[in-house]
T-cell receptor
Framework: QQQVKQSPQSLIVQKGGISIINCAYENTAFDYFPWYQQFPGKGPALLIAIRPDVSEKKEGRFTISFNKSAKQFSLHIMDSQPGDSATYFCAATNFGNEKLTFGTGTRLTIIP | KAGVTQTPRYLIKTRGQQVTLSCSPISGHRSVSWYQQTPGQGLQFLFEYFSETQRNKGNFPGRFSGRQFSNSRSEMNVSTLELGDSALYLC?????????????FGSGTQLSVL
């Protein structure tokens, strides 16, 4: 019940296109859903996060869409750029929890 | 403000040896978590410390242990190394509980067990 399932495993998008990464969770107690971006040789860095009291959160070109009834959330990257090429992880936890449960990651490649 | 600092950056050990990894959290952060990252398993939670107390532990064998000092710095130790312990070990810090605070990661220690 602690799993977070992430898809696709890898994604290739043309520059200027929209990148979409999906995650699904099982534990209904989860109430905090962050996305992390990781470049080679670096640790994951928090990109954007959402709580289930809203269905969408936007920060610049990055948007999280959240569907509480379906227990799914997704990351949309608008106008994708080569600098966005990285591995993206979704994660979930709940208030009072000491750990994050991560998805398995999506390797995103933006081609010119 | 300095980020999370992990040392060493790379380690090469042989099977049966033990290893100690170090983590200095962001100044003022009292919570330190450790994660193991492998290509096959992704990021797996090892343990979390707050004010020198371990509050949560993941599903890893007892060969994996850690501690936190009074200045919030943390170490993790792996004894009797196995080939499968080869991984990137990530330390992360936060002000308080992960569910209510942002988590900041270091660049990790890449451990290779030969």
């Amino acid at each position: 019940q602690q799993q977070v399932k992430q898809s696709p495993q890898s994604l290739i998008v043309q520059k200027g296109g929209i990148s979409i990464i999906n995650c699904a969770y099982e534990n209904t107690a989860f109430d905090y859903f962050p996305w992390y971006q990781q470049f080679p040789g670096k640790g994951p860095a928090l990109l954007i996060a959402i709580r289930p009291d809203v269905s969408e959160k936007k920060e610049g070109r990055f948007t999280i869409s959240f569907n509480k009834s379906a227990k799914q959330f997704s990351l949309h990257i608008m106008d994708s750029q080569p600098g966005d090429s990285a591995t993206y992880f979704c994660a979930a936890t709940n208030f009072g929890n000491e750990k994050l449960t991560f998805g398995t990651g999506t390797r995103l490649t933006i081609i010119p | 403000k300095a980020g999370v600092t992990q040392t060493p950056r790379y380690l090469i050990k042989t099977r049966g040896q033990q290893v100690t990894l170090s983590c200095s959290p962001i100044s003022g952060h009292r919570s330190v978590s450790w994660y193991q990252q492998t290509p096959g398993q992704g990021l797996q939670f090892l343990f979390e410390y707050f004010s020198e107390t371990q509050r949560n532990k993941g599903n890893f064998p007892g060969r994996f242990s850690g501690r936190q000092f009074s200045n919030s710095r943390s170490e993790m130790n792996v004894s009797t190394l196995e080939l499968g312990d080869s991984a990137l070990y990530l330390c992360a810090s936060s002000l308080g509980l992960v569910g209510s605070e942002k988590l900041f990661f270091g660049s990790g220690t890449q451990l290779s067990v030969l």
